[in-house]
């Protein structure tokens, strides 16, 4: 992984990040991600005439890809929606990099080292810990269903990655590529909120229309420069380098949204950051 390659994955990560605390503002999330996916899609419609098709090989794993990043979507809104963005975000984001690199190896035959297994057991305490802490609120006891579809969510992310990364290597295009991957995907959760909603839905998007197209021009941005380094480098260390993301969503849960963030929690991220910086450690 050149350090070109490293830097737009960090980029990335702060967008990502940006992008989802976005989302989680927005209280109604049906009304959230019917906005990101509405803005990615149209930032995918714009793109297509400065880019190629692409090659028909790709097509199989931009269809499993856009099933994949709906079924996402629909876990993530029910995270958000019962849990604290600043332990959601890390839980579902954690998950992700630990299921690539089995993933990778199964699908990609790209083999995780010593470091990067090490680095798995790490982030794996991190994400226990992140699970058991917190989930405080009303008593000590732990939300089960918000741990749950955090987790969920994360094998989602694994789960695109690996078909997206197979999929922008066949297409000859990773600008195409993620054209029209944001406007098979971007679809579906507007068209479903308009199914449920009706006439009323279209009133009920206007006050969150400029928050929430941001939102979906930031996730295209974010996860067009993942596409493009997956091109450039193999998928597991990207995953986890994408994941530094974890701090930034964790920052802004702290400071933007006035989440507790207390020791055993900063702990936990420590570790989380620690066992992705193993991963990345090349010899």
């Not at 029910?78 to 690199?101: C, E, H, W």
């Not at 207390?262 to 450690?281: C, D, N, Q, S, T």
Request: with cysteine; charged share 10%.
């Amino acid at each position: 992984m050149t350090p070109v390659v490293a830097g737009a994955v960090l980029v990335a990560a702060v967008t990502h990040a940006s992008w989802n605390a976005i989302a989680h503002g927005i209280k109604d999330q049906l009304l959230a991600f019917t906005l990101v996916g509405g803005g990615g899609a149209v930032c995918g419609a714009v793109l297509l005439p400065f880019t190629d098709v692409p090659a028909a090989g790709a097509w199989p794993y931009l269809a499993a890809s856009a099933v994949l990043h709906v079924v996402y979507q629909l876990l993530l809104m029910r995270s958000f929606t019962l849990g604290d963005f600043g332990q959601m975000y890390p839980i579902a984001r954690g998950t992700a990099p630990l299921a690539v690199t089995v993933l990778a190896a199964v699908f990609a035959g790209e083999f995780a080292g010593g470091w990067q297994l090490a680095g798995v057991a790490v982030a794996s305490a991190g994400l226990v810990g992140l699970a058991l802490w917190g989930i405080r609120g009303s008593g000590a006891r732990p939300q089960w269903a918000a741990i749950g579809a955090a987790l969920a969510t994360g094998l989602a992310i694994a789960s695109y990655t690996v078909v997206d990364g197979l999929g922008v290597r066949a297409s000859g295009t990773p600008l195409g590529y993620i054209a029209w991957l944001m406007i098979l995907e971007g679809l579906a959760i507007p068209a479903w909120g308009l199914t449920v909603r009706r006439g009323r839905f279209l009133a009920e998007l206007r006050p969150f229309a400029v928050r929430g197209l941001l939102g979906g021009l930031l996730s295209v941005f974010a996860y067009g420069l993942v596409l493009w380094a997956q091109t450039r480098a193999a998928l597991a260390p990207i995953a986890a380098l994408r994941e530094s993301s974890i701090l930034v969503g964790a920052a802004i849960g702290a400071v933007m949204m006035k989440e507790r963030f207390g020791a055993p929690r900063m702990a936990a991220a420590a570790l989380m950051v620690a066992g992705i910086g193993l991963m990345l450690h090349v010899g």
